[in-house]
């Protein structure tokens, strides 16, 4: 199967942690790629490969992989961290891209 | 560093084929797939395609065959066709650049490090 399932929204404290899930087959094979999108704009890439962060994304952002589950974490959430977040992935078995259905963040 | 600039028509009857193109800007194709994405209002991201500087595309199966998604190495250029649009097809549609290698020992790696702006496609129903 190539969905990847995430919980519709979390909230969090200015300063406090949050964890977002993804769930998935294709997370066996592939690491998640975590995307963040604020409302109007692109979506941004956050984290990648095992917890890898591009330039410029701040080390509060984590990763982590356990099975068919993958986590991102965000440790000492900001306001500017608000938004919707996606996990990515490929389904290797049907090659093609996928990517979960999203979770809300909102900065209390 | 790589930037992405897309254009096309934004309004569209239904059955008429959308068409928009992509450049590179800052960077060649180089190893890498380009992709297109969609994202319909208030909905998630949906993937629709890829395509690398051979030409070897891969496309989502949910589209049913409508999708072409082509290359211009020369201006470093790619674009995406889907025909037959109906109002379903409504969406922002964005391109990027799509990275895909293995993760040793036992994993990949897949992702979109750079995307475009993204380009708003209405179908009227």
């Known amino acids: 199967s190539s969905e990847l399932t995430q919980d519709p929204a979390v909230s969090v404290a200015v300063g406090q942690t949050v964890r977002i899930t993804c769930q998935g087959d294709?997370?066996?094979?592939?690491?998640a790629t975590w995307y963040h999108q604020r409302p109007g704009q692109a979506p941004i890439l956050v984290l990648y490969g095992k917890s890898d962060r591009p330039s410029g994304i701040p080390d509060r952002f984590s990763g982590s992989t356990s099975g068919n589950t993958a986590s991102l974490t965000i440790a000492g959430a900001q306001a500017e961290d608000e938004g919707d977040y996606y996990c990515?992935?490929?389904?290797?078995?049907?090659?093609?891209?996928?990517f979960g259905t999203g979770t809300k963040v909102t900065v209390l | 560093q790589v930037q992405l600039q897309q254009w096309g028509a934004g309004l569209l009857e239904p059955s008429e084929t959308l068409s928009l193109t992509c450049a590179v800007y800052?960077?060649?194709?180089?190893?890498?797939?380009w992709g297109w994405i969609r994202q319909p209002p208030g909905k998630a991201l949906e993937w629709i395609g890829e395509i690398n500087r051979s030409g070897i595309t891969n496309q989502n199966p949910s589209l049913k065959g409508r999708v072409a998604i082509l290359t211009d190495t020369s201006k470093s250029q790619f674009s995406l066709r889907l025909s037959s649009v109906t109002a379903a097809d409504t969406a922002i549609y964005y391109c990027?650049?799509?990275?895909?290698?293995?993760?040793?020992?036992?994993?990949?790696?897949?992702?979109?490090?750079?995307w475009g702006r993204g380009t708003t496609v209405t179908v009227p129903s």
């Open positions: 294709s997370l066996r094979n592939y690491h």
């Open positions: 990027a650049r799509a990275v895909w290698q293995r993760s040793p020992p036992n994993y990949f790696d897949y992702y979109m490090d750079v």
């Open positions: 990515g992935s490929r389904d290797s078995g049907a090659n093609l891209g996928v």
């Open positions: 800052g960077g060649s194709f180089g190893n890498n797939y």
